[in-house]
């Protein structure tokens, strides 16, 4: 709990493979938002999100991007986040202080805030990018992950992912604990991209923990330096909950018409499906395992959902949406009832 620049400051050199930062955006709200209602909306008004101007934004920006990039290991890499706010002027910053920038990714939120006054376009995404510590950084990028878990297609750098709702929206005696929480779907798809099992990442913006809980979940270790205490304890609580995948789980891949297609690793990250769950057949005869990049595991074979329902029954092809079940008290639920969850979830049904 601290500064995140003196504490980043105080960090070994060169110590973290991965930094994840979900910063202040400045949004400079001058008045309270109401829906049309009369309602007010549960806007970003806190102090941390407040800076005196431009300039001030720009100083505070450029040290912790500095102290970020000094204990990045020599092959290390940085994602940041941001909306029209803040982003393009931490994308000039990261350019100046030296990194590389390899991707800007558009996450698309499928459940957007709509603007209540109806005089601006929704706005319905943000904006990440993705940099290695120079222009000569061997990066880590898990292409083939990113691919298993897009079905076998190149994974786009336009992600649909839904903002927290429901139970994994945090709360403290029923107000949002935190409000920019992000979704685990979006750290789980970073992280799973990015970076190893036993590998460092450091979020110098730690809020709620969101980046430490799939940190622990994937197996990777992590750094959380965050300077409001009311965050910490929720953070805390939230990330002692949780069980680290262990064994093959953590393994990844190296190496539909007429509906909006949903990948499978789509239900793997945002928590619908977890890895490691047991997949069987409905006359209970086969079973496979879920690994963290939406592949399966079946014995010494791997592959997609619809590969190993085809090797399963001996097959040329196989649809592994309605032959795989999961045992849900009792019952075979097919995984075809949890992609109807997930679409329902991003607004494509």
Known sequence: ????????????????????????????????????????????????????????????????????????????????????????????????????????????????????????????????????????????????AMKAMNEELQMRSDWLIPICTGGERLKTDGVKAHPTQKPEALLYRVLLACTEPGDLIVDPFFGTGTTGAVAKLLGRHYIGIEREEKYVKVAEVRIASLLPLSGGDMTVTQGKRGETRIPFGSLVESGLVRPGTRLIDPQRRHQAEVRADGSLSMGTKTGSIHQLGAAAQGLPSCNGWTFWHIEEAGKLVPLDAKRDVYRASVGTV
């Open 1 to 144: 709990m601290g500064d995140c620049i003196a504490a980043m400051n105080a960090m070994p050199e060169g110590c973290a493979d991965l930094v994840f930062a979900d910063p202040p955006y400045n949004l400079q709200l001058a008045h309270n938002l109401h829906r049309p209602e009369g309602g007010k909306v549960a806007a970003v008004d806190d102090d941390w999100d407040k800076f005196a101007s431009y300039a001030t934004y720009d100083e505070f920006t450029r040290a912790w991007l500095t102290a970020a990039r000094r204990i990045l290991k020599p092959d290390g890499a940085i994602w940041t986040i941001g909306s029209y706010h803040n982003i393009f002027r931490v994308g000039a910053a990261l350019q100046d202080a030296g990194y590389w920038i390899l991707n800007d990714i558009v996450w698309r939120k499928a459940n957007p805030m709509p603007n209540f006054k109806g005089t601006r376009f929704t706005n319905a995404h943000e904006t990440l990018i993705w940099a290695s510590k120079s222009e000569n950084s061997k990066y880590k990028f898990n292409y083939h």
